[in-house]
């Protein structure tokens, strides 16, 4: 059974198709409801199974809701990916201090609040699983790797997300509970278009001549790390577009 947060779209959306083709019911978890009703409809076209939540996750009480109704309804919680992100980069100084507090809920808190929720029953599943293990996959970014100028603050973000991903995964190998993180370069998602129009442009210009990945990419990475035997923990993965060298 499988959680998957930012699920209406780009990384999530596609992650969530790609554990319900490996055999996971998946619990589809975004605010925006009419895509992940959609989204449920095409996994049941395909075969699969999945629960559609729809919750704000930078809301530390939506986030404890909605995974116990994953675990309430599912009855147990293997897997969980947090997918869930935005990206509002641009000039510091003209940057408007509610886009920083934007990143810092959904990037850092949305992480932190399910992760919180979903401990008890993910360490509950390591024990009970056949396959004798569980899973919390994270999304982070190269810019949780290096640092560059007009993206100080998801900078900030995903080095969060990085590091707190390697803190827990030494919290909890004894506990064959896996913590892992992905970190992207470009991916072609709606997360570039949700910048003002100078940042857009400057995002344009750095990635020009730049085939960005596709959300399966990441999907299938996940998906290596989730099915891995029990032996074998896949504790950070890098995947940049092959043009991308920054």
Do not use: C
């Not at 589809?28 to 559609?52: F, T």
């Not at 100078?198 to 596709?214: M, P, S, T």
């Amino acid at each position: 059974m499988a959680l998957v947060t930012g699920a209406s779209s780009g990384i999530g959306r596609a992650t969530a198709l790609r554990l319900a083709e490996e055999g996971a019911t998946v619990a589809l978890v975004a605010r925006r409801k009419d895509r992940v009703e959609e989204l449920a409809s095409l996994v049941a076209e395909q075969g699969g199974k999945a629960l559609v939540i729809s919750a704000d996750v930078t809301d530390a009480d939506a986030a404890a809701a909605a995974v116990r109704e994953v675990v309430d309804g599912l009855g147990r919680l293997d897997i969980l990916v947090n997918a869930a992100g935005v990206m509002l980069n641009g000039d510091s100084l003209r940057a408007r201090i509610e886009e920083w507090d934007q990143m810092v809920d959904v990037n850092v808190k949305g992480v932190m609040y399910v992760v919180k929720a979903a401990l008890p029953h993910l360490l509950e599943a390591a024990k009970s699983a056949d396959r004798e293990v569980a899973d919390v996959i994270n999304i982070s970014s190269v810019a949780g790797r290096a640092a560059a100028p007009t993206v100080a603050i998801y900078n900030a973000t995903k080095f969060g997300v990085t590091a707190a991903t390697e803190a827990w995964r030494q919290e909890y190998a004894a506990h064959n509970l896996r913590f892992s993180v992905i970190e992207p370069g470009a991916v072609d998602t709606e997360l570039f278009g949700h910048q003002q129009g100078h940042a857009q442009e400057a995002e344009n210009q750095r990635f020009d001549g730049v085939e960005k990945l596709h959300p399966e990419d990441i999907a299938d990475a996940v998906a290596y790390i989730a099915t891995s035997p029990r032996r074998r923990a896949i504790n950070e993965i890098v995947i940049r577009p092959t043009d991308q060298g920054f």
